[in-house]
């Protein structure tokens, strides 16, 4: 069998082809959204939207990730619908509604994320054989960002978890799980320990401790989270 190259931006079905030929498994797209792999489409230049396209007059790929688009998809939806994205400075932007329609077709992966996603998997297969100590951070490690927070909890809870970031200041009160001082200079800036968020989602929207573990083995930027030595952990 010919292994194929993935080109920069892979269709569904070259992604699904060649995440077969690495795996020894059949692949869907139901399956790659589940495994956390991010689509994309193209977007041509819109004027409705100057702020979404900067200084991009022919367009950007831009990134499927919100949990209610992509569960859509993951449903088998007929199209592409697109209410959340990221701007071509890639800070968190939601659309007007209706928000932008496309085709099925016009879905792409990154070649990059489809190269992570076997060793990923092959992590979690090896971890799901140990349990998880998940630790508090320490004062020296800032915390992660807004979008590496909806990365890796937004589709775990039903909640517009942006909305909640935006507003919610700490979440789970004054002393919730922003990084204290982290947003005085701006709120961009402002950062969270996913420790105290995830345990919030579990004590407050019951987000079951098995997902919170799996969000924590999927994401890269979540391990220094995982691997000092326990102050406390996650059952």
Not at 36 to 53: I, Q, R, S
Not at 124 to 150: C, F, W, Y
Request: proline share 6%; hydrophobic share 45%; glycine share 8%.
């Amino acid at each position: 069998m010919t292994i194929i190259e993935l080109p920069f931006r892979a269709t569904t079905k070259q992604a699904c082809h060649w995440l077969a030929q690495q795996t020894g498994n059949p692949w869907t797209l139901a399956r790659m959204i589940q495994s956390g792999l991010t689509p994309y489409v193209w977007l041509d230049y819109d004027a409705g939207y100057p702020d979404l396209f900067g200084d991009a007059n022919g367009g950007y790929a831009a990134p499927i990730f919100f949990e209610g688009d992509t569960r859509r998809l993951a449903a088998g939806s007929e199209d592409v619908l697109i209410t959340i994205t990221k701007d071509v400075y890639q800070i968190v932007a939601q659309l007007k509604p209706p928000g932008f329609r496309r085709a099925l077709h016009e879905l792409r992966f990154l070649k990059k994320d489809l190269q992570r996603l076997p060793g990923k998997l092959k992590r979690e297969a090896e971890a799901r054989s140990q349990p998880l100590k998940l630790v508090a951070a320490i004062e020296a490690r800032s915390g992660i960002n807004q979008d590496q927070v909806l990365m890796a909890f937004s589709s775990l809870v039903k909640i517009d978890l942006a909305q909640a970031l935006r507003e919610g200041g700490g979440i789970f009160g004054d002393e919730g799980a922003m990084v204290k001082g982290s947003a005085k200079k701006a709120k961009n800036k402002a950062v969270w320990n996913p420790v105290t968020l995830a345990l919030g989602l579990n004590d407050v929207y019951r987000v079951p401790m098995s997902h919170l573990t799996r969000a924590f083995h999927a994401h890269e930027f979540l391990s220094a989270w995982t691997e000092l030595p326990p102050k406390f952990s996650l059952p």
